[in-house]
């Protein structure tokens, strides 16, 4: 008696492969069929596409590569702020006729809870922490009027640049005499999200001249490109700031101030179903230029090819 199989679910990408409908052209009633499916498509020759659903040329690993898969995550937009305010914006104020740094910090949520209820930022020991900025991720919002992968399943639209060395292009005499062309390797990233993110801010400082220093410092480099020039920049906008607010705690004043910087990002994130899906790197196809040469003599001949 044969044992009972036990039923294998359909995956994600075989369920959306049988809910395309292939489009039937009206003059002829002929179909291209899905084009999901390279052996059920048939509107390439065969010279530009495989035929094969599932094509092993085109999943090549990156182990012993360099050059790892490129990916921008959430942490590393978050990077970027943090970044330019410590080396581009450089908040400073006078305090004690000494000019001190302003520290920036990411609002964990404990920090940015402690701060809306009791109006200020206070240390482990009960301190008030000023001056301080401090700020915090509020919302992410997809883009969808630029461009797109399309599908996550079975992503269709790429961006690729050329690895200067490949290790298949080691230099032997047969590819100089045979004129033989170096294979090339590029490497592959699908379309990002492009998404829109909202950060709060908050300033806290002991007097308001301190506080319209860091107002005017952060308003200047509003409407630029922040981030680490050696890793990734995204546009920023600032459009408001609340009013200074003059705070009395015991017998210490602080003046506070809030505002919101809107970025452009981007972002491919580093997960399996893209790693699955997606195509990483591929080779060009390696060519052997053949040269032909006409005489119209045995005479003409023997002078080419230097021949008494």
Same mark, same amino acid.
């Given at each position: 008696?044969?044992?009972? +199989?036990?039923?294998?679910?359909?995956?994600?990408?075989?369920? $959306?492969?049988?809910?395309? #409908?292939?489009?039937?052209?009206?003059?002829?009633?002929?179909? !291209?069929? @899905?084009?999901?499916?390279?052996?059920?498509?048939?509107?390439?020759? $065969?010279?530009?596409?495989?035929?094969?659903?599932? @094509?092993?040329?085109? +999943?090549?690993?990156?182990? %012993?590569?360099?050059?790892?898969?490129?990916?921008?995550? *959430?942490?590393?937009?978050?990077?970027?702020?943090?970044? /330019?305010?410590?080396?581009?914006?450089?908040?400073?104020? !006078?305090?004690?006729?000494?000019?001190?740094?302003?520290?920036? &910090? /990411?609002? $964990?949520?404990?920090?940015?809870?402690?701060?809306?209820? #009791?109006?200020?930022?206070?240390?482990?020991? %009960?301190?008030?922490?000023?001056?301080? &900025?401090?700020?915090?991720?509020?919302?992410?919002?997809?883009?969808?009027? *630029?461009?797109?992968?399309?599908?996550?399943?079975?992503?269709?639209? !790429?961006?690729?640049?050329?690895?200067? !060395?490949?290790?298949?292009?080691?230099? #032997?005499?047969?590819?100089?005499?045979?004129?033989?062309?170096?294979?090339?390797?590029?490497?592959? @990233?699908?379309?990002?999200?492009?998404?829109?993110?909202?950060?709060?801010?908050?300033?806290?400082?002991?007097?308001?001249?301190?506080? @319209?220093?860091?107002?005017?410092?952060?308003?200047?480099?509003?409407?630029?490109?922040? %981030?680490?020039?050696e890793r990734f920049k995204f546009k920023t906008s600032i459009d408001s700031y609340d009013t200074p607010l003059e705070l009395v705690v015991g017998?210490?004043?602080?003046?506070?101030?809030?505002?919101?910087?809107?970025?452009?990002?981007?972002? &491919?994130?580093?997960?399996?179903?893209?790693?699955?899906? $997606?195509?990483? +790197?591929?080779?060009? +196809?390696?060519?052997?230029?053949?040269?032909?040469?006409?005489?119209?003599?045995?005479?003409?001949?023997?002078?080419?090819?230097?021949?008494?």
């Amino acid at each position: 008696m044969a044992k009972n +199989k036990k039923p294998v679910p359909k995956s994600q990408r075989q369920i $959306s492969n049988e809910q395309v #409908d292939p489009y039937i052209f009206p003059e002829t009633g002929e179909s !291209y069929g @899905n084009p999901n499916i390279p052996s059920n498509f048939n509107q390439f020759t $065969s010279e530009d596409q495989s035929g094969i659903d599932f @094509n092993r040329s085109e +999943k090549m690993s990156f182990k %012993g590569d360099d050059t790892k898969p490129f990916t921008v995550g *959430l942490q590393d937009i978050d990077e970027s702020i943090l970044y /330019y305010f410590e080396n581009v914006i450089k908040p400073t104020v !006078y305090q004690n006729n000494i000019r001190i740094p302003v520290p920036i &910090i /990411y609002g $964990s949520p404990e920090r940015w809870k402690s701060t809306q209820k #009791d109006g200020y930022l206070k240390d482990k020991k %009960g301190m008030i922490m000023s001056p301080i &900025i401090m700020f915090k991720r509020d919302s992410v919002e997809k883009l969808r009027n *630029l461009g797109n992968k399309i599908d996550a399943n079975t992503p269709h639209l !790429y961006t690729s640049w050329k690895k200067n !060395y490949n290790p298949k292009n080691s230099y #032997d005499n047969f590819n100089v005499l045979t004129n033989r062309k170096p294979v090339e390797q590029f490497i592959v @990233n699908i379309i990002p999200d492009y998404v829109k993110l909202t950060y709060n801010c908050a300033i806290q400082t002991y007097y308001v001249d301190q506080l @319209n220093k860091i107002i005017e410092a952060v308003n200047y480099a509003s409407d630029s490109y922040w %981030g680490d020039p050696e890793r990734f920049k995204f546009k920023t906008s600032i459009d408001s700031y609340d009013t200074p607010l003059e705070l009395v705690v015991g017998q210490d004043r602080i003046a506070k101030a809030t505002f919101s910087i809107n970025m452009l990002g981007h972002i &491919i994130p580093d997960n399996i179903q893209k790693e699955i899906n $997606s195509i990483r +790197k591929y080779n060009s +196809k390696a060519q052997v230029v053949v040269t032909f040469e006409t005489s119209n003599s045995i005479e003409d001949l023997n002078k080419k090819l230097n021949r008494p």
